[in-house]
């Protein structure tokens, strides 16, 4: 494939708001196999990184969706990207592509090629990511219990939880949510506790649904997000700027604090 060949394959995947180009640069690179330039709105390809057979070529499609997934980040964003860029805005945008592209036909799922890697993902999914999550969401049962027996003898729960156990208290109120919810651990603990925080229902059910059919947490984390806020590029600079203002007003009070100290 040329470079025209792969922009073509792209458009197809989605199409996109904003122009853009894609360019092979005939060179080969140690650190990056490709790159998105934000400003001239530019997808660069090493494409000798790739070898010219079908895995080669499969393995330069990846490359050219994950900048390509930059582009449609940007195009989000009004044309401009943050200084983070790889967020969580941008995973879904790529896992969602990488969806689409297998779809499509145009990209092929390379997980799904070694017969020891199913097997092997099979059982990681069935005895550890889902069987931890039953035993986190069995802990929860027991700490309800224990929430219940403090509140019979008049003692804090948060006491027991820091003396008695010593584990943090948002993660045993996490694993009670859990238990509450009846969260199904086929997701894994981590999914597990992202659902927990969802305290709407609906919202949570759905999320977990997404995540049971294979959806990337990301995927999931955006949609729930977008119920609830608005997609809109000043809004979530403004939020910045006023998270920026805190933390410097913070730092600028603890150095108050301690040029005092190296005072006396």
Known sequence: MNQDQVKDQLLKIEDAPLEFSLIFSGKK??????LYKPQSREIIIHNRNFANND???????????HEYAHHLHACSRGGTLSPRAHNTEFWAI?????????????????????PELIKLTELIRTKYLAGNGALVKEMGKHLLKAHNLC?????????????MLRIPKAAANIAIRMFEYD?????GADNMRFLAGIHNSDDRKAAEKALVKGKSPDT?????RGKNEPDDPQLSLHKEKQRLERTIATLTKRLEEVEKELAK
């Open 29 to 34: 690179s140690k650190k990056v196999n490709g």
């Open 55 to 65: 895995t080669g070529q499969n393995l330069l499609l990846h490359t050219a969706i």
């Open 94 to 114: 790529f896992h969602e592509l990488l969806e689409k592209a297998e779809k499509k036909k145009i990209y092929n799922d390379v997980f799904a090629t070694s």
């Open 151 to 163: 509140t019979d003898i008049g003692v804090r729960f948060e006491d027991y939880v820091d003396r």
């Open 183 to 187: 969260i199904t651990p086929e997701v």
């Open 220 to 224: 999931v984390k955006i949609a729930v």
